[in-house]
């Protein structure tokens, strides 16, 4: 895919926060035990969420983290970045140096079609509408959504 897998987990962590009741602080571990990724990797890439300011953290024993802000005003794109950087909607397909409309690559045309859907479909979903797609394809993906919430100890 085109996403690291810290990337993947990142979205992953965040859609998760995005599903719960609670809007509070929920530990690392829970969330790492309910989405089944490892707890250092997933600390780690959820540091980055926090740095770029689109998660808030709290150490001691009611602590964790949480959204910055409502699930509705943050998108799959804004996570993307804080991530993996800007270049999956910026950059050449095939890493080419100097690629442009100059001299492109053999892919230039295409991708710029895909890479500019990439950057609407990302832009354009927040953590809230992701999360609230039907029931039985998010169920597939194995996060909680519609009528089928789940704790944060879970």
């Not at 005003?73 to 095939?94: H, N, Q, S, Y």
Request: hydrophobic share 40%; proline share 7%; aromatic share 6%.
């Amino acid at each position: 895919m085109l996403l690291s897998k810290g990337c993947e987990y990142g979205l992953a962590g965040a859609m998760y926060l995005a599903s719960i009741p609670q809007k509070g602080y929920v530990p690392i571990r829970a969330i790492s035990e309910h989405l089944d990724i490892s707890y250092p990797f997933l600390t780690k890439v959820l540091q980055q969420l926090n740095e770029a300011g689109l998660l808030t953290s709290m150490r001691g024993p009611n602590g964790g983290v949480a959204l910055s802000q409502a699930p509705e005003r943050l998108t799959l794109k804004e996570i993307v970045i804080a991530i993996d950087g800007p270049e999956l909607f910026t950059e050449c397909v095939l890493g080419l140096p100097g690629c442009g409309h100059e001299k492109p690559c053999p892919l230039h045309d295409q991708w710029g079609e895909v890479r500019d859907h990439l950057d609407g479909l990302f832009g354009g979903l927040s953590l809230a509408e992701a999360v609230g797609r039907e029931a039985d394809i998010m169920e597939g993906l194995d996060f909680p959504c519609r009528g089928r919430r789940a704790s944060p100890g879970r």
